[in-house]
């Protein structure tokens, strides 16, 4: 036996982000044994990851972990797993979006599941959360198509429009929409005074805050985001105590809630955006990030609700550093959200083995 164990994974990139997906069957069953074998393949901890295939950032530090589907009507799972660069931490609580957008191709690619016909609708179950979604993918002559017309900022050139129709977003890890009770609340941070956010969860929990009540105006670069310590201290105080607030415990080891910051839209979308991942600022905008913070804008009374600008059709467009991302709300006549719908696209950008030292796989 060699040195190494080989494990089969394809590197592919999800909406703006990129990681390595694997069949659940191909890694341990044994969750420790498997995000020793995750961090390993990674790289990780290592602010380089230079010992792994990781991407030495966190938008290109994930993993996906899918499996046919077990209940009626749901075709796949799909485990989405967080690593951080310089950190030994595997985290599957948190729902990811942009990867979710590689789900369906990756079991077309390996035969989990079959091409429907020009266009494949599958049903995927995220286990993070227990969140459901419909994802299309092109499949002209049974085969997934990656080439297209569909754009979207944070990734250039064009790709072929990967459709996802979020089904039950609500309260994904916080358990409820608002889980303070409350659209807006007030903390007293300590060294800065009262604050007002709103505690918010469609897809993702995040805490958002005015820009301008923080003394920034969220046009900010992103560099500027990233050396500005004054602002991330103030920032983490805020998000741990607004964790306590939305049930959500001590999430000083966690990678949510997230952090936005907002302001008046400057390109004509909706609301202007600086999002922290939750202590690196963002180069974009997380997908179900921009799911909960379209959401906000059209709640009464919230702290997007005096900056966003309400767009003539039902697509709300929420501006980020590197251009915008557009959400599709469905809302019923009582006025709530019933649902999301948005466009990704995704790769496959290599296919083969991963290999994990033999002192880490465990058998």
């Known amino acids: 036996m060699g040195s190494q164990t080989a494990v089969p994974a394809m590197l592919m990139r999800g909406g703006s982000s990129k990681g390595l997906f694997f069949a ?11 995000d020793a074998v995750l961090l390993a393949a ?33 075709d796949l799972e799909f485990l989405f797993a967080q690593l951080q660069p310089a950190k030994d931490t595997v985290d599957t609580q948190p729902n990811c979006g942009n990867m979710l957008a590689a789900v369906v191709p990756f079991a077309l690619e390996t035969g989990m ?22 994802i299309t993918v092109c ?22 429009p990967v459709r996802i129709r979020f089904l039950d977003t609500e309260g994904s890890v916080a358990g409820s929409l608002l889980p303070t009770g409350q659209v807006k609340d007030v903390f007293d ?13 469609n897809g993702m929990p995040m805490v958002l805050v005015r820009a301008q009540d923080v003394g920034r105006s969220a046009y900010e670069t992103v560099a500027d985001m990233n050396a500005d310590n004054e ?10 105590q607004a964790a306590l607030a939305m049930g959500l415990g001590d999430v000083s080891q966690k990678n949510y809630p997230k952090m936005c910051l907002l302001n008046r839209p400057l390109h004509g979308g909706a ?14 905008i997380g997908v179900l990030a921009a799911v909960t913070v379209a959401t906000a804008c059209v709640m009464d009374n919230s702290v997007a609700a005096g900056l966003a600008e309400t767009p003539p059709s039902g697509s709300w467009s929420i501006e980020h550093p590197s251009g915008e991302f557009s959400v599709a709300l469905e809302v019923d006549a009582a006025g709530k959200v019933a649902g999301a719908a948005l466009i990704r696209t995704a790769r496959n950008l290599m296919r083969g083995e991963v290999l994990i030292p033999a002192s880490v796989w465990q058998e």
Do not use: W
């Open 24 to 34: 659940a069957a191909d890694l341990p069953s044994e969750t420790a044994v498997r």
């Open 42 to 74: 990674m790289g990780s901890p290592d602010p380089r990851q230079i010992d792994g295939v990781g991407g030495a950032h966190p938008l290109t530090s994930k993993v996906g972990i899918v499996s046919p589907g077990r209940e009626p009507g749901v």
């Open 113 to 134: 599941a079959k091409a429907q016909g020009e266009e494949t609708t599958l049903r995927v179950l995220t286990l993070n959360t227990g969140m459901l979604s419909d």
């Open 139 to 160: 499949t002209p002559g049974g085969q997934i198509a990656y080439e297209g017309d569909a754009r979207i900022d944070g990734v250039p050139g064009t790709a072929a």
């Open 189 to 201: 941070i300590e060294g800065f005074g009262k604050l007002e956010a709103t505690c918010i969860d």
């Open 231 to 240: 602002l991330k201290a103030l920032l983490e105080k805020l998000r741990l």
């Open 271 to 284: 609301v202007h955006t600086r999002c922290f991942i939750p202590h690196v600022c963002h180069d974009a």
